[in-house]
């Protein structure tokens, strides 16, 4: 990734949180209207999510994929546990 070597100045992140969902539940939690993103359905959020998904399992030390599909509270508890040991 060389343009985030360069945006970042060559610094490193300590944990990227990757929040996974199934497109079609994301939409359903979502309120107000659809700007030009949201507009462009599902089948762009789901190539989006594999994306990401390919790039974190290409980078596991990096990221910390967290099961958004269960509650706020479960999510931040996720997040919080897996972060406890980043400085």
């Given at each position: 990734f060389e343009l985030?070597?360069?945006v970042t100045y060559g610094r490193e992140i300590d944990k990227v949180v990757l929040?996974?969902?199934d497109p079609e539940l994301a939409q359903a939690r979502r309120a107000g209207e659809d700007d030009q993103i949201e507009?462009?359905?599902l089948a762009y959020f789901?190539?989006?999510a594999q994306a990401y998904a390919r790039y974190a399992d290409e980078r596991p030390e990096q990221f910390l994929t967290v099961d958004a599909s269960e509650g706020a509270d479960e999510v931040f508890a996720q997040i919080c546990s897996?972060?406890?040991d980043v400085a």
């Amino acid at each position: 990734f060389e343009l985030a070597q360069v945006v970042t100045y060559g610094r490193e992140i300590d944990k990227v949180v990757l929040l996974q969902i199934d497109p079609e539940l994301a939409q359903a939690r979502r309120a107000g209207e659809d700007d030009q993103i949201e507009r462009r359905g599902l089948a762009y959020f789901g190539r989006v999510a594999q994306a990401y998904a390919r790039y974190a399992d290409e980078r596991p030390e990096q990221f910390l994929t967290v099961d958004a599909s269960e509650g706020a509270d479960e999510v931040f508890a996720q997040i919080c546990s897996g972060l406890a040991d980043v400085a």
